[in-house]
């Protein structure tokens, strides 16, 4: 433990702290949005946008390649395919809810399809399996910013609607009874939870993301009586199993996002049988 | 028999006019004309099928008339949804959602301008709602975990926090047992009077205390005295006869479920 406090303090281990933070602060967003998504039982549309993003990263690695649009960055990309997902998804949800499974799981394997065409015919640029996996110790200074940037606007638009987005994901019916605009804290959450997903999956990779958007507020439901608490207990626990992870990668030599994955998987597991 | 008026009273609390809902070319509710007046009790009854669920749906703004029009105390329906208190059937809870019975009842405080959570004034009120109905020693409890009765309570509870002019119950003796029945009863009878009360449901008991009315669905909507509810007229409605046990008599009456198939159309009278 004290090797990893002074690899932490080491000048040259920047690379590190960088990975702590945004641990830290990916876990106020995904505590928010991860408590959302497991209470309405949408996790498999997270999965979908993640999964997505790769079809708009690989079309902008394409157009920057072999058209030339340079201005159009990949995380542009990531953030059109994953907002549009997010928006096809939402639609049919809405108005096809009995189809909404084979949607989802179109979106999901075409999304990925598409960005797998568009990289291959982009040669030397982009390494799929980087985005599929990422890599959080590459994290830079500037992602440090973007993701408390997204910390704050997620939080904020979360706790001031908390009693809304409470009504909707427990009984959407009573809520447009009272008047609430359903539709549109629907696509909301929706395309927070894009958001999310886009920004944090470009430095965790898609595996990362869906666990730690999923698993910490699943344990944190079998502890709580308050969707306060749950939030809570979801943000707390995203911040130990970045920490714990990075910690045990650390002293294993074992790369770190498995390990993150594979530690919060056990304490699920261990919640689960101490019920 | 009592055929419907056309929004015949001054300030109704509910009218109906003229509507129709078809889903996907077929006709569930067929030119619905009806009123209810302010302060009064009816039931909503009809056969499985038959439209009932269709036209509580339409009543609460959350299915839109193919034609027609429907009017809450005298306002457009999108306006008058707020003086709407609505007690649903059940409320299906995923065990994992962790939410208390008191924050449920807070919901019954929404408005579409809502932000923040609950204040100390809005929580009062809820807790006094619980109150009024003898369950505020559940309020802090996990409302997943709370029986049948409790839960009906609960979702009573936070229909009338809000103080609405119209309650509407779909089913209220489904998921109870016969003594939350009898306690559902007396605070029925208590609100009668005070606020205009709507009851879906099979039960033709539960129907029989204290309403006036009861609007049969079956495609068609029409409303009848609960005393023409006889065994003629059930069997037309449900495809049995179904004998109607005052308020107080023995607990003899069966409930209906028939097939709509079976049962009569009332347009062919």
Redesign the interface.
């Given at each position: 433990m004290m090797e990893f406090f002074d690899a932490l303090r080491d000048p040259h281990a920047q690379f590190l702290r960088n990975a702590l933070w945004i641990g830290l602060i990916g876990a106020l967003p995904f505590g928010l949005i991860g408590t959302y998504v497991v209470v309405r039982r949408i996790s498999y549309i997270a999965a979908a946008i993640a999964h997505s993003i790769l079809g708009g990263v690989g079309f902008a690695a394409f157009a920057q390649s072999q058209w030339g649009w340079q201005a159009f960055d990949p995380t542009y990309g990531a953030l059109l395919a994953a907002i549009l997902s997010a928006l096809v998804i939402g639609w049919v949800n809405l108005r096809f809810a009995e189809r909404e499974d084979t949607v989802i799981g179109i979106i999901w394997v075409s999304g990925m399809a598409i960005g797998l065409i568009f990289l291959a015919k982009s040669p030397g640029y982009f390494d799929p399996m980087a985005f599929l996996f990422g890599d959080i110790l590459l994290v830079g200074q500037g992602d440090l910013w973007r993701v408390g940037l997204l910390a704050g606007i997620v939080s904020l638009i979360c706790i001031a609607l908390s009693p809304q987005i409470t009504a909707i994901a427990l009984d959407p019916a009573f809520a447009r009874i009272r008047g609430l605009r359903t539709q549109r804290l629907h696509y909301l959450m929706l395309i927070l939870t894009a958001l999310t997903i886009v920004l944090l999956v470009q430095l965790m990779g898609i595996i990362l993301v869906v666990a730690l958007l999923t698993l910490p507020p699943a344990i944190a439901a079998m502890r709580s009586r308050t969707l306060a608490g749950m939030v809570a207990i979801a943000v707390v626990l995203n911040a130990l199993f970045i920490f714990g992870g990075l910690w045990l990668s650390y002293s294993l030599d074992w790369p770190s996002g498995p390990v993150i994955i594979l530690l919060a998987t056990s304490v699920f597991l261990l919640s689960l049988f101490r019920r | 028999m009592n055929e419907q008026a056309n929004c015949s009273c001054p300030s109704p609390a509910v009218c109906f006019q003229s509507v129709s809902f078809a889903y996907e070319r077929e006709t569930i509710i067929d030119e619905a004309d009806f009123d209810i007046a302010a302060g009064e009790s009816i039931c909503v009854i009809g056969p499985n099928g038959g439209g009932k669920t269709t036209l509580l749906k339409l009543l609460?703004?959350?299915l839109q008339p193919n034609t027609g029009s429907i009017r809450i105390f005298d306002k457009a329906l999108?306006q008058g949804?707020?003086e709407?208190g609505?007690v649903?059937q059940s409320?299906d809870?995923?065990r994992?959602?962790?939410?208390?019975a008191i924050?449920?009842v807070?919901?019954?405080l929404?408005?579409?301008n809502?932000?923040?959570?609950?204040r100390r004034s809005e929580r009062e009120q809820a807790w006094q709602a619980l109150d009024n109905l003898g369950l505020a020693a559940v309020g802090?409890k996990?409302f997943a975990h709370l029986s049948g009765g409790q839960k009906q309570g609960v979702l009573l509870a936070?229909a009338l926090v809000g103080n609405p002019r119209l309650l509407v119950l779909d089913e209220p003796t489904t998921h109870i047992d016969a003594a939350a029945q009898e306690r559902l009863e007396s605070e029925l009878k208590r609100l009668r009077g005070s606020l205009t009360l709507i009851t879906v449901s099979h039960d033709l008991h539960f129907v029989a205390r204290g309403i006036g009315r009861v609007i049969c669905v079956n495609r068609s909507v029409r409303i009848h005295p609960v005393e023409a509810l006889d065994l003629e007229l059930t069997q037309r409605l449900f495809g049995q006869p179904v004998a109607l046990v005052k308020h107080g008599e023995a607990q003899a009456t069966r409930h209906a479920h028939a097939h709509p198939d079976a049962v009569d159309r009332e347009a062919e009278r």
């Open positions: - | 609460l703004g959350l999108a949804t707020t709407v609505y649903p409320l809870l995923d994992r959602f962790p939410i208390t924050d449920i807070g919901m019954g929404l408005h579409k809502k932000l923040w959570g609950m802090k996990p936070r």
